[in-house]
């Protein structure tokens, strides 16, 4: 029996441990590939290595294929390294060519769009499949001038090694090996990191191993065993990641699966439902797109500017979630009340975060959200308010009746205007609009009395009055 072990990289590091019986030796050997062979993808799909432990060619991705290494000795094909993993699948037409004359690997599809496997200068003369799942390509010397293992994708595997800001980034999903969203990476202070692939800051990494060794030549290695560990440019052994503890099938680095930052998208926060993490929106706010959580969540109105003010809001808040920092105002020792209002007051603010006491007035998006019970934390948000009494005394609200007026017309929802009152629509859409002609700040648009009455009457056409405010603006 023998335990074999990878790391692979998913918002977080996850071990697992693989028990194949005598499928692996300690002992590395070689299945050699010659120039001139190829691989189809529903021929001879793949080359194995000698334990047929690992295969390198093509395996099924989507509606097509890809080119990679996998594990082919054990029923479930797990794929631990991608040759361009975000080139689109190929079809089953494509031909993997080793070829002669170009002394490299060259992918060809029907379309006659060759790609490269491997980045290479064309001396090489024979490739090998190795049982540590490491694809070789030599020289005629013997010498070794490319490997799969120094260019990871998200996987690591014992005796793999990770130089310094050499990253293992996260597949989309288990089944779509393109470049996702986390990213494991050594950074040059020895410190092993996890942050979203697009955006490291002190913010943003979600684990650290927490360790400064300030050196930037250590490596990051995986043993046999499945020790992982940091060695320093003498080989010796500065850290033990997995530090001895026993672990059977699977290692992962957190218990909250809501740890790692940008798995929800702007403007939603991050869930943890019994095992399986969920995003929810901002209040508010909708997702962008249905189903697809990195793609965030959206409000359904525009803002507007501080110098126009026509829209009514409220506020609404989300408890115990946080929120990565980006306020442009901190109010200190404030109440909750204090904060809600002092974001209802200000123009500007679309969000304001409240602990403790301080209150960071925010704008738009909200990001790397997620709930946290313990946190205390609470989120005011800003929404759009279904209308509050005006009192028509006051000019200002006088404007926002009449814009208020405009927009139940334009969404067709004159119903909102009268309340519970039962009034014949046709009959209220006549006078709503007639309304709307006679209040034109311009009197020369405003209809003659005579005309008010054919229109109410229903007489005449009424045309499609325009926006009051709009129309000022315009003049
Ligand atoms: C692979 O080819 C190399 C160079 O020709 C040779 O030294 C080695 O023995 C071959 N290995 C196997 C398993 O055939
Ligand atoms: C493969 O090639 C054959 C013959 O050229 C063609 O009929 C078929 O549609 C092709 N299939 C795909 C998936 O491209
Ligand atoms: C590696 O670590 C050992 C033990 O701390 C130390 O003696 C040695 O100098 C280090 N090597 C380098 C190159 O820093
Ligand atoms: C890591 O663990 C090994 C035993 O598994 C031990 O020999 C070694 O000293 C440890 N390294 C450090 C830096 O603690
Ligand atoms: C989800 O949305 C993101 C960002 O909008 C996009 O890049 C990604 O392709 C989408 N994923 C799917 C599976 O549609
Ligand atoms: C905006 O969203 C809210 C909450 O989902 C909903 O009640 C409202 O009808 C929406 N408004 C518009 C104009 O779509």
Same mark, same amino acid.
């Not at 361009?84 to 060809?108: H, K, M, Y």
């Not at 790692?260 to 995003?279: I, Q």
């Not at 901190?330 to 204090?338: A, F, G, I, R, Y």
């Not at 609200?397 to 009268?418: N, S, T």
């Given at each position: 029996?023998?335990?074999?072990?990878?790391?692979?990289?998913?918002?977080?590091?996850?071990?697992?441990?693989?028990?194949?019986?005598?499928?692996?030796?300690?002992?590395?050997?070689?299945?050699?590939?010659?120039?001139?062979?190829?691989?189809?993808?529903?021929?001879?799909?793949?080359?194995?290595?000698?334990?047929?432990?690992?295969?390198?060619?093509?395996?099924?991705?989507?509606?097509?294929?890809?080119?990679?290494?996998?594990?082919?000795?054990?029923?479930?094909?797990?794929?631990?390294?991608?040759?361009?993993?975000?080139?689109?699948?190929?079809?089953?037409?494509?031909?993997?060519?080793?070829?002669?004359?170009?002394?490299?690997?060259?992918?060809?599809?029907?379309?006659?769009?060759?790609?490269?496997?491997?980045?290479?200068?064309?001396?090489?003369?024979?490739?090998?499949?190795?049982?540590?799942?490491?694809?070789?390509?030599?020289?005629?010397?013997?010498?070794?001038?490319?490997?799969?293992?120094?260019?990871?994708?998200?996987?690591?595997?014992?005796?793999?090694?990770?130089?310094?800001?050499?990253?293992? @980034?996260?597949?989309? %999903?288990?089944?779509?090996?393109?470049?996702?969203?986390?990213? $494991? &990476? #050594?950074?040059? =202070? +020895? !410190? *092993?990191?996890?942050?979203?692939?697009?955006?490291?800051?002190?913010?943003? @990494?979600?684990?650290? %191993?927490?360790?400064?060794?300030?050196?930037?030549?250590?490596? $990051? &290695? #995986?043993?046999? =065993? +499945? !020790? *992982?560990?940091?060695?320093?440019?003498?080989?010796?052994?500065?850290?033990?990641?997995?530090?001895?503890?026993?672990?059977?099938?699977?290692?992962?680095?957190?218990?909250?699966?809501?740890?790692?930052? +940008?798995?929800?998208?702007?403007?939603?926060?991050?869930?943890?439902?019994?095992?399986?993490?969920?995003?929810?929106?901002?209040?508010?706010?909708?997702?962008?797109?249905?189903?697809?959580?990195?793609?965030?969540?959206?409000?359904?109105?525009?803002?507007?500017?501080?110098?126009?003010?026509?829209?009514?809001?409220?506020?609404?808040?989300?408890?115990?979630?946080?929120?990565?920092?980006?306020?442009?105002?901190?109010?200190?020792?404030?109440?909750?009340?204090?904060?809600?209002?002092?974001?209802?007051?200000?123009?500007?603010?679309?969000?304001?975060?409240?602990?403790?006491?301080?209150?960071?007035?925010?704008?738009?998006?909200?990001?790397?959200?997620?709930?946290?019970?313990?946190?205390?934390?609470?989120?005011?948000?800003?929404?759009?308010?279904?209308?509050?009494?005006?009192?028509?005394?006051?000019?200002?609200?006088?404007?926002?009746?009449?814009?208020?007026?405009?927009?139940?017309?334009?969404?067709?929802?004159?119903?909102?205007?009268?309340?519970?009152?039962?009034?014949?629509?046709?009959?209220?859409?006549?006078?709503?609009?007639?309304?709307?002609?006679?209040?034109?700040?311009?009197?020369?648009?405003?209809?003659?009395?005579?005309?008010?009455?054919?229109?109410?009457?229903?007489?005449?056409?009424?045309?499609?009055?325009?926006?009051?405010?709009?129309?000022?603006?315009?003049?």
């Amino acid at each position: 029996m023998h335990r074999d072990s990878f790391l692979l990289m998913h918002s977080f590091i996850i071990f697992f441990v693989l028990s194949i019986s005598s499928l692996a030796t300690a002992q590395q050997r070689h299945f050699n590939v010659s120039l001139g062979s190829s691989l189809t993808p529903t021929k001879t799909s793949s080359w194995l290595s000698k334990s047929g432990l690992y295969a390198f060619g093509f395996y099924q991705r989507g509606n097509g294929y890809s080119v990679g290494v996998f594990l082919a000795g054990i029923p479930e094909k797990t794929v631990v390294w991608t040759a361009n993993r975000d080139d689109p699948p190929v079809s089953a037409n494509s031909t993997l060519l080793f070829s002669a004359a170009e002394g490299r690997l060259v992918l060809q599809t029907p379309q006659g769009q060759d790609t490269y496997i491997a980045d290479i200068s064309p001396t090489v003369s024979y490739a090998s499949m190795l049982d540590t799942g490491n694809f070789v390509l030599y020289d005629s010397d013997g010498g070794l001038t490319w490997q799969s293992f120094a260019h990871p994708t998200d996987t690591l595997l014992p005796t793999q090694r990770l130089v310094v800001e050499m990253p293992l @980034i996260s597949s989309v %999903s288990k089944t779509d090996q393109s470049t996702g969203t986390f990213s $494991l &990476t #050594l950074s040059g =202070d +020895g !410190n *092993l990191v996890q942050y979203p692939k697009d955006d490291r800051t002190v913010q943003t @990494i979600y684990w650290t %191993s927490g360790i400064n060794e300030l050196d930037d030549k250590l490596i $990051l &290695t #995986l043993a046999e =065993d +499945g !020790n *992982l560990y940091l060695v320093n440019a003498t080989g010796f052994n500065v850290w033990n990641v997995t530090d001895g503890q026993v672990w059977s099938v699977l290692w992962i680095n957190s218990d909250d699966r809501c740890d790692p930052k +940008g798995l929800c998208g702007l403007n939603s926060f991050c869930v943890s439902n019994d095992l399986e993490p969920g995003c929810n929106c901002l209040p508010g706010f909708a997702p962008v797109i249905q189903g697809n959580w990195t793609s965030g969540c959206e409000r359904n109105f525009t803002s507007e500017s501080c110098k126009k003010k026509g829209k009514k809001y409220s506020i609404r808040a989300e408890d115990n979630t946080i929120w990565v920092e980006d306020s442009y105002s901190v109010l200190l020792q404030t109440s909750k009340e204090d904060c809600s209002k002092a974001c209802l007051d200000d123009c500007n603010c679309e969000a304001a975060l409240y602990k403790d006491g301080s209150c960071k007035k925010q704008r738009l998006p909200l990001k790397y959200g997620r709930r946290s019970s313990q946190s205390g934390s609470i989120a005011f948000i800003k929404i759009i308010c279904y209308r509050k009494k005006l009192d028509q005394s006051l000019p200002e609200d006088q404007v926002i009746l009449e814009e208020w007026v405009y927009e139940c017309f334009e969404d067709g929802e004159l119903g909102q205007l009268v309340g519970d009152e039962e009034v014949e629509p046709k009959q209220l859409e006549r006078i709503i609009k007639v309304a709307l002609w006679c209040i034109l700040d311009e009197p020369s648009l405003r209809p003659s009395m005579k005309k008010v009455l054919l229109m109410l009457e229903g007489t005449v056409d009424i045309p499609t009055p325009p926006n009051p405010t709009s129309f000022i603006s315009t003049i």
